[in-house]
């Protein structure tokens, strides 16, 4: 199975850009089969540009002001 690490919104050339890190874990035995595995890819669909959108709405709101 595929266990997210961590990821990133990076705005480049005015599109979104998500990296994330995934770790890969054998699923009977719980060890790790591989770590800190890296994919990105950019936000085109509606739905999650908005949600990003609404993810930096709440940045710039509660933690800028």
Known sequence: MKQL???AVI???G???ISFTFDE???D?????????K????AVDNDLK????????YIREH???
Do not use: C, H, W
């Not at 994919?39 to 950019?42: A, G, K, L, R, T």
């Open 15 to 17: 599109g979104d850009r």
């Open 25 to 27: 874990i054998n699923e």
């Open 50 to 57: 908005e949600n990003i959108e609404a993810i930096k709405d």
């Open 39 to 42: 994919q990105s890819f950019y």
């Open 29 to 37: 035995t719980g060890e790790p089969i591989s770590m800190n595995k």
């Open 63 to 65: 933690k800028l002001s």
């Open 5 to 7: 690490s961590s990821f």
């Open 11 to 13: 705005t480049v050339g």
